[in-house]
Each structure stands twice: as C-alpha cells, then as structure tokens.
C-alpha cells in the first residue's frame, strides 16, 4: 500500500508540475504585461493597453496592483484565483468588468504618480461614494479610445 | 489480535490512495483543458474545404469557420423587442399594418397595403420574399438584389460582368428572375460570399447598387464626417472613382458591409435598382435627389399613386444605414457590426456574432463595452428614447389622416386635382417623412435628434396640407 500510494503521489507531482510549467505559472510572480494575456481573456485588454497613451510608462501591475509588497501578494492572489475559477468555468459576465476593490486600487495608483496635479481635485474625498474618479473621465488613459481601432481618422 | 499496518488501516491507505487518484484527475482535466485552450488561441480555423465566389451555400463556408456559422444559423430564431421582431409562433409575423391603421391607409395604392409584417431574420429574407402576397402585384426582379445570393447570377446575365447583369436585371419579372435563381442553384439567403473574401475573408462590398450609390455621395459634397475614407478621396486627386473596397477603413467596411442593402432604394420595374444618395444622406436630401429624378421615359419619379388621393408617393423602404449615419454613435466611429454582431469570446477565442439582432438582446456585448452601466439603465435609456419617438411618430399619423379626410371632403365637394395640387404635394412631403422614420428599423435610436425633426416637419407639413385642402376653394 505505502507503494501504490508514494507512486501515485508522484504521479500528482509531476502532472502537477507539467501543468504549472505548461501554463505558464511562474510568469505569474513576474511583471511582465504579457503573463496577464497568458489565458486569452485580457487580449483586447493587452491590445488596447498597447496602443494607449500610458503604455510606456505604466505596465498592467503599475495601475492593477497595490505597490507595498504585502498587499501586491494579495491582490494577486486573490485575482489569480477568480481568473483561473473564470476562465476554467467561463462563468463570468462578459465584457469582463473591474470590481469595487479593484477600482480602488486603480484609483490609488492614478494618484500614486498624479497626485502633485490632482491634490486639489480628490482632497477631502473618502471612498467610495464621493471620490472623484479619474478614470470616469480620463477612460481612454489605460486602454485607449473604446472605438474605431484608436478612434477616428480624419482629414485634419 | 488484529494486526495494524503501522497505524494505517487498509480503509484509510485505500481512502488516500483515492484521494490522490481523484487530485491527479482533477489536474489532468485541467491540462486537457489549458492546452484546449491554447490549441484554439493558436489556430482559429481551419480551412477544410475550398470556397470561391460561386460558393453561395453558407453551410459549405460553415465547415470552415463554424463559429461564425452557428451565429448565423440563429438568425432563424424568433426574436422580439417592444417595437420589433416577430412574436415566435411558426407562422409569419403580425401585420404591421394591422396595428397601426394609418400606415394601410397611408399605403393604398402600393402592395404594401395588401401585406407588411414585421421583420424576420436573415435566414428567413429569401423564403418569406417568395411568400408574401405582395407577390400577387407584379414585382420587378430588382427585390432579389437583396434578397438572395445573386452575385454568380449577375455575373451569369453580364457574361461575366457583375454589374451588366445587374443593369439587366430590373427588366425581369420577380418571377421570372427568381426561376433564374432556382436553375442557377445559388438560391440561397444572404450568405458568406456576400461580404466575405472567399481568399481572405476580408470584408468586402459586392452589391452593385450600393458600389454606386456611395460612389454619387463622393462625388458630391455632401458632408459625411463618419465616413472619413470618403473625406481623404475628396481630399486626393480623384484620378480613379471612390472604391469601398479599396478607400474604406475597416471600421467603414463593417458598416458598409450592412450599407448594402439597410438603405432606402428604388427597385421596381421602370428603372435600375437606384440608391438615392447622389445629395447626401438625410431625409431631406433623398427628397430632393427622387425629386430631381425622371424616369426613363421622362415622367416625373414616383413609386405610387396614392389611391384615394391621387398624390404621386416617395415610399421610403428601410433607411437604416442612413439615419445611423446622423446619429452619435455614426459620429463617435461605432459601426454597425459593433453593436449589432458585436465581438464574443468562444474559449480562447475573439469572433463577432454572427447572430444579427437587435443589440437590445445582447446588451452586454453590444452596449456595455463602451457604457459602463447597468443592463437594466441601459434598457431604461433606449426604452425612453423610443417611447419618445413612437409618440412622434402616432402623432405624425393622426396629421397625415387629417390630411387625407380634409381632401377626401375637398373632393366631394367638387374640388379639382389643380384645385388640390398644394395639398397633394405636401402629401408626398410628409409620408416620405412619416415613413421615412416609421419604415426605419430601430423607432428613432439610430439618431434620436434626426428623428424627430423629421417626424416634427412630417406633422408640420401634413397640417399644412390639411388647411390647403380645407382652403381648396379660398381663392374664388
């Protein structure tokens, strides 16, 4: 029995491992935008991203995650798991939508680098209810226009 | 004595053998499932079988590219919303006319008072064309531009030119034409080939009437700040003729795409299927082209007489493409694929739907990609706008009903057609405006704004004709 159950043991092991390889674990404690398009859903998000106003000064973790090193490992966890319970079940709404906590985060991290220009405009603001957003205004920041592959061409 | 196995019964080795077996299981699914996954990421299709541009069976593109033909195939499905669609019975839709007494009125004299009913899907265009009882008028062969798969025909009747068949094809009977179809074996709904590429799958336009309809809107100057390729043509030297196909952007081609046949058109017997945008694409604007339009043989352009009044009648057919071209969304660069076969996840996979419906089905899609609200807000804020429009739109009809009792009562007191001629006139002016926006698919939403300034000059100008013809004797 012990050896029925060490060889089956092993047998987990090493599926288990293939599969963390084979999808790509490890780029999950990386930064690398391209680890979040890694199960195909965040393609149009990558997409846009690449063609927006902030792609080359802020990657996916600069405005998605918390910058102190204990919340950081959270809020990667705790994403990580809805994701991969998402796109397994493909159980989500669609189009895929932030969450509150999320878009709190996202806030923190506009401010985190604008906070000399926005002092003034977020000042006295508590969350959620009465902040100021900037997102709400500011929507093609992160992901460029929503429409017409970078908004309208023109003449002028 | 029992014996123990170093503390472990057998129950509890065989309980964690099992346990281990369901875990390496679990995992192994997943792989499977990850590996799927990018399988599909990689390679969105494979192309099995050879299509060209004879290939007019969907179900032949549908091994191919099976995604977008299982979207396709549901456009067979009933489907409804407050103001369109087909209630879901096997039988053919309500009678639009039925319900809205003034539009049978409004329409006597044309076929359309003898059958009009609410629209069904793509796949049914071919079938319920061949069934309705307007079929029972004489009809032109020009309906199946839209109707079929009629390119292999065109290029059949033009000895290989698409657009000689198509110049002939007006002069054959519906009937005639659509035996034609039946022999060809290209009797088929609209399908693949239609917008597609059979080589790249790009999006194209095929139908002629369109390729000369938006070729006229180049060449004049009309402005059309939506359709930015035809700015830049403007802007060039203009050594070769606007080509969809070649100038437009892919944003463009997935509303061009739609352009081919939402449109308002002539397509009866006296002359070739026409798109009327040679002075731009507001209603006003396909007044003025019908009105400077003869026929061929130099009487003035009509599509009926009416019956009891005697006006000569624009009938507006379904000018989608045209109102989406005056509202925000046309302005803000959203096509009409973009709500109307919105994109979709399959797996690891991006395909636009090709379940063609009203947006209002497919809220999530269709809207929330850009308006990030709530379902039900978003149903709320469409439902206003068309309630609002509807309204207009009554109203409109209970002017133009005036109208007609105000000259049926002219008429029996003796009044003559001269005596009547001002009345008559602004007869045709507010039915093309009444129906321009009744005839038009979406009760307003395409371009709320537009829309009721054409159902407020539809009213203004039916109460105008009500008091010319109620003043039919004034000036003696």
């Given at each position: 029995m012990p050896w029925v159950l060490a060889i089956a043991l092993g047998v987990l092991i090493g599926v288990g491992s293939f599969t963390f390889r084979y999808a790509e674990g490890l780029s999950y404690l990386s930064t690398d935008p391209?680890?979040?398009?890694?199960?195909?859903?965040?393609?149009?998000?990558?997409?846009?991203?690449?063609?927006?106003?902030?792609?080359?000064?802020?990657r996916c973790i600069d405005c998605h995650l918390p910058h102190d090193f204990v919340g950081k490992y959270i809020a990667k966890a705790e994403n990580g798991y809805h994701h991969s319970k998402g796109f397994t079940f493909q159980d989500f709404h669609e189009p895929i939508m932030i969450k509150e906590k999320n878009a709190g985060i996202l806030q923190d991290n506009c401010v985190r680098c604008h906070a000399d220009l926005t002092h003034e405009v977020v000042a006295g603001a508590t969350r959620p209810g009465d902040e100021v957003r900037c997102v709400h205004c500011h929507q093609s920041a992160g992901h460029g226009e929503t429409v017409g592959l970078g908004g309208m061409r023109t003449t002028n | 004595m029992i014996t123990r196995n170093r503390g472990f019964s057998t129950v509890a080795w065989l309980a964690a053998i099992a346990v281990v077996a369901v875990a390496t299981a679990l995992v192994t699914a997943l792989l499977m499932n990850i590996g799927e996954r990018k399988q599909e990421a990689t390679r969105p299709f494979v192309r099995l079988v050879e299509v060209t541009e004879d290939s007019t069976d969907p179900a032949l593109w549908g091994v191919n590219w099976p995604k977008q033909f299982d979207g396709y195939l549901l456009t067979a499905e009933a489907t409804r919303t407050r103001f369109g669609g087909h209630g879901g019975s096997e039988a053919l839709p309500q009678e639009k006319i039925d319900r809205d007494p003034w539009l049978k009125r409004m329409f006597l004299g044309y076929a359309f008072s003898i059958d009009y009913r609410d629209r069904r899907g793509h796949a049914y265009m071919l079938q319920d064309q061949e069934n309705t009882e307007r079929l029972t008028k004489p009809q032109s062969g020009s309906c199946l531009h839209c109707h079929a798969s009629i390119m292999p025909l065109y290029r059949q009747l033009g000895d290989g030119d698409a657009m000689k068949g198509f110049e002939a094809s007006y002069k054959y009977s519906y009937q005639e034409l659509n035996a034609k179809l039946h022999d060809s074996g290209h009797a088929y709904?609209?399908?693949?080939?239609?917008?597609?590429?059979?080589?790249?799958?790009?999006?194209?336009?095929?139908?002629?009437?369109?390729?000369?309809?938006?070729?006229?809107?180049?060449?004049?100057?009309?402005?059309?700040?939506?359709?930015?390729?035809?700015?830049?043509?403007?802007?060039?030297?203009?050594?070769?003729?606007?080509?969809?196909?070649?100038?437009?952007?892919?944003?463009?081609?997935?509303?061009?795409?739609?352009?081919?046949?939402?449109?308002?058109?002539?397509?009866a017997a006296k002359m070739p299927l026409t798109f009327p945008w040679g002075?731009?694409?507001?209603?006003?604007?396909?007044?003025?082209?019908?009105?400077?339009?003869?026929?061929?043989?130099?009487?003035?352009?009509?599509?009926?007489?009416?019956?009891?009044?005697?006006?000569?009648?624009?009938?507006?057919?379904?000018?989608?493409?045209?109102?989406?071209?005056?509202?925000?969304?046309?302005?803000?660069?959203?096509?009409?694929?973009?709500?109307?076969?919105?994109?979709?996840?399959?797996?690891?996979?991006?395909?636009?739907?090709?379940?063609?419906?009203?947006?209002?089905?497919?809220?999530?899609?269709a809207c929330q990609t850009c308006h990030h609200m709530s379902e039900s807000e978003i149903a709320a804020r469409v439902d206003q706008i068309q309630q609002r429009n509807f309204e207009l739109l009554q109203n409109g009809g209970t002017a133009l009903m005036a109208l007609l009792d105000a000259v049926q009562a002219a008429k029996q007191a003796g009044a003559t057609d001269e005596q009547l001629a001002a009345a008559l006139e602004l007869q045709r002016a507010a039915q093309w405006r009444l129906d321009f926006i009744a005839a038009e698919n979406s009760m307003g939403f395409h371009a709320p704004q537009e829309a009721a300034k054409v159902l407020g000059e539809a009213a203004d100008l039916a109460r105008q004709g009500q008091v010319a013809a109620l003043n039919w004797n004034a000036a003696q």
């Open positions: 391209a680890a979040c398009r890694n199960c195909h859903i965040m393609q149009p998000q990558y997409d846009s991203w690449l063609k927006s106003s902030h792609h080359n000064v802020a | 709904p609209v399908s693949c080939v239609d917008c597609h590429s059979p080589e790249t799958m790009e999006l194209r336009v095929t139908r002629p009437g369109f390729i000369n309809g938006i070729r006229a809107l180049a060449n004049s100057g009309a402005p059309v700040p939506h359709l930015p390729s035809i700015e830049r043509w403007r802007a060039g030297n203009k050594a070769e003729p606007y080509d969809p196909n070649r100038d437009a952007s892919r944003t463009e081609m997935r509303s061009y795409v739609c352009g081919q046949c939402h449109v308002e058109y002539y397509c002075k731009g694409l507001r209603a006003q604007d396909l007044e003025a082209f019908w009105n400077e339009t003869k026929f061929e043989d130099g009487s003035r352009f009509m599509d009926y007489r009416h019956a009891e009044s005697g006006a000569p009648i624009l009938k507006a057919q379904h000018p989608e493409f045209e109102l989406w071209s005056q509202g925000i969304h046309a302005r803000s660069g959203v096509a009409c694929a973009d709500c109307h076969m919105p994109y979709m996840r399959d797996g690891a996979t991006k395909v636009s739907d090709h379940w063609v419906r009203s947006p209002l089905l497919n809220i999530n899609r």
